[in-house]
Nanobody
């Protein structure tokens, strides 16, 4: 079992920055892929970024490439650093973990509760 708790969402103006945090705990963490997804009202859940808990390469959606960065600290947290935010980035952001962990949300087994990010124009 893996438990995930997100924090760090909020309201920001266009062009601003936010850092989302995901505190992870549980067994098999070293084997999972950590992902960030988002879901805007009336839209499907969308892949944002992913990386292996054990490190290695990162993968980003084209819509956030160059603006968002996924990272991990030495303890138990994964981060999503977001800059140059746009109104279309407004969504609920979810942290997820899964053994398969690709760009499809169905490949993830564990989810956090989500945190709201709102970008005003």
């Amino acid at each position: 079992q893996v438990q995930l708790v997100e924090s760090g969402g909020g309201l920001v103006q266009t062009g601003g920055s936010l850092r989302l945090s995901c505190a992870a705990s549980g067994r098999f963490l070293s084997s999972v892929v950590m992902g960030w997804f988002r879901q805007a009202p009336g839209k499907d859940r969308e892949f944002v970024a992913r990386m292996r808990w054990s490190g290695g390469s990162t993968v980003y959606a084209d819509s956030v490439k160059g603006r968002f960065t996924i990272s991990r600290d030495a303890k138990d947290s994964v981060y999503l650093h977001m800059s140059s935010l746009k109104p279309e980035d407004t969504a609920i952001y979810y942290c997820a973990a899964g053994l398969r962990g690709g760009s499809d949300y169905q490949e993830y087994d564990y989810w956090g509760q989500g945190t709201q990010v709102t970008v005003s124009s």
